[in-house]
Structure formats: C-alpha cells, structure tokens
C-alpha cells in the first residue's frame, strides 16, 4: 500500500512539473483511503477463549438464546461390608467419600470481575446399581466441596444430612460463592451412612454413584473494571511522517453486548511491549467510550506526535474494558451474554497529503 501512495505522488509531482496547474494551488491534496487500517470482530465464544464445557439454549424460553457453562462429573462409591449387630440391632455402616475431583467452570483471567450470578449446582444420586431393599436410610452425613484458586484463596460448600432413598437430588447452596473465586482446583469428599434394613444380608458390590451437575448461564455481575485484551495485530507502515500534514481516524464500533465501559488502542514496535510488566509500556493511540447495545462512528485526528507511532511497521491491540450496567439507584444490574452478541471495531482513515512541487523539482 505504501509503494503505491508514493507513486500516486510521483505522478503528481511529474504532473505539477508541466507546469499545466498553478503551484500557489498545490500546496496540500485530500486523499482518501478506501481501506481498513483495522478491523476485527470479538464474539462471545473468542471472548470466552473457546472453553469447554460451553453450550447454548433458549433464554427463557424466548427466542434468544444464551450460552451455558454445563459441567458433569460422575463418581462411584463402592459399598461392601457384612451386617454387624449390637444384641438384636443392626449396626450402621459408616462409607467415606475419599476427596476427588470436579469439573467447574470458571471465566477466563481476562474477565476478572466479572462474576456468575445465577448456577445451579446439584448432586444427582445414581441408585440403579444399589439394591434399596437392604437399607432403611441412606444418609449424607456431610459432603464438602471445596475450590482453591491460584492465590492460595479457598472457598467451601457443605451438604448435610440428606437421605438419598428419599431426595435423590441435593443442591448446592449459593455455589457462586464456590465458583466466582475462580477455583483451579475443586474437589468433593465427606462421608455417607447406610442403615441396613432387618433383612441381615451383606452388602457385597453395591454401588452409589454421585454425580455433580453444575448449570450457570452467562448472568453475570462486573463488580470492578474487566479488561479483555485482543491479540496483536501487524499493520505494514503506511504513514510517512514527511508526506502526511495531517491524518483523521474513523472509528466504526458496533457493541452488541449488554456491557459499556471503553476501547482502548495500543500501538507498539513489538509485541513484547504488550506483555505486563515489560520494561517498556505501548503507547495509546486512543480510548473511546463504549455504549452497551449501541453503534456509533467516531473521528479521531491524529497529531505529530502520534503521526510518528505510525510511521514505520507497527503493532495494534485493542483493550476492552467492560464497566457493568447500574440501575437508578447505581446498583450493578446483571448482564446477559447471548449467543448471537459481538463487538465490531473497523478503524480507516482519511490523510491531508502535503505536496511541494519546488521541492519535487529539486528532487
């Protein structure tokens, strides 16, 4: 692109030396660039970097559709053991539930606080290999659950006395508490009791399986500034600091989600400029404000000094920070991730080029 706005200029120069227009009028011309400088488009999944785990169904039965964090792990308890009495009762057998672990979801780093309002966490109790007729009761006395984060952070959710021949579905309660710490690590122990019934015949093979279900549509809270960050993009240097008198930015975004807060362009000879804590920090191209649901074009000049950022090869990424919605109290209103939600930026530009024909005569 750059080879051919400098033959664009050679054939003006060539044109100006026949002297067919009055240099006092060549002062500067007006090109435009019909070209994207940058484009891109961010959509739930990539904001989400492509996780496991995430589906999609109707939002309330209505005819949008959201994403859906759905995480199962099955787990089998064996329970054999020989009736034991004390005179003519029958003892209870007591059936630890040794730690293991299960699968969570959590929202990547980059959505730091941003936080699930509405799971549901249940365990599902699986009987089909466990022959009722020889229990009376059998009892969750308690079973922990128990999430660690990178920063030594540790949350719990307990279950307690629970009998599964009766519910075979228990819920967690409040596991947002559990998952918003963003756990690395989630495992499940405690303990179970079975009462046998007056039929004395041994437990031999008979199986308990628990099955953690977990179901957290994107409800979410931005409880502090969230920053999603794009990856770097190379544009070839098209600005010749010389040639250029002034250059204009049009900022095309079109924000589908239901989360402002700002777009932010970074502008750097290397991506390790991008990278926290390197030495030396990427310059600010500009920041715009984001409007949740909203579309709008902007113009932006671009000065000297930031003509010079874009003079030679150059890096480009945008920051996204989201700021959650407030209601009129200025409490944080929940936000809802739909499938079909994305963020477009298209940045082109328009230039004032500076011709000197003197000086193209000289050349």
């Not at 496991?52 to 199962?72: A, K």
Request: with cysteine; glycine share 4%.
């Amino acid at each position: 692109m750059k080879k051919i706005l400098l033959i664009a200029v050679l054939i003006l120069l060539i044109a100006c030396s026949l002297d067919t227009f009055n240099s006092d009028n060549l002062a500067s011309w007006s090109i435009n660039f019909d070209f994207p400088l940058f484009k891109t488009n961010y959509t739930i999944r990539e904001l989400l970097d492509d996780q496991d785990g995430l589906d999609i169904e109707l939002y309330e039965n209505g005819p949008d559709s959201i994403y859906v964090f759905n995480n199962v792990t099955s787990h089998t308890i064996d329970v054999t053991f020989n009736i034991e009495k004390d005179d003519d009762d029958v003892l209870p057998e007591v059936i630890p539930v040794e730690p293991y672990a299960i699968e969570i979801a959590t929202l990547p780093e980059e959505l730091d606080g941003i936080n699930f309002v509405d799971i549901d966490l249940f365990l599902e109790i699986d009987l089909t290999q466990f022959d009722t007729s020889l229990a009376d009761s059998v009892i969750i006395d308690h079973i922990t659950l128990t999430g660690v984060n990178d920063d030594g952070v540790v949350e719990t959710a307990t279950i307690t006395n629970q009998d599964i021949l009766v519910v075979g579905m228990v819920e967690v309660e409040d596991p947002e508490d559990l998952v918003n710490i963003r756990p690395t690590e989630v495992t499940l122990d405690g303990q179970i009791t079975v009462y046998p019934s007056d039929k004395e015949e041994p437990f031999i093979g008979e199986k308990i399986i628990l099955n953690s279900i977990l179901h957290a549509p994107l409800i979410l809270e931005v409880t502090e500034a969230a920053t999603f960050s794009g990856n770097p993009e190379k544009i070839d240097g098209i600005v010749d600091e010389d040639l250029f008198e002034e250059l204009y930015l049009y900022v095309d975004v079109r924000n589908g989600l239901e989360l402002g807060g700002n777009l932010q362009l970074l502008v750097a000879p290397d991506t390790l400029m991008f990278e926290e804590n390197y030495f030396i920090s990427p310059d600010t191209l500009f920041t715009l404000d984001l409007i949740p649901e909203d579309e709008f074009i902007d113009t932006i000049r671009i000065d000297d000094d930031k003509l010079a950022l874009l003079a030679d090869s150059t890096y480009l990424k945008t920051n996204l920070n989201f700021i959650g919605p407030t209601d009129a109290q200025d409490n944080i209103r929940p936000t809802r991730l739909f499938a079909d939600d994305s963020i477009s930026i298209l940045i082109y530009s328009s230039a004032q080029l500076l011709i000197d024909p003197q000086n193209g005569e000289e050349d």
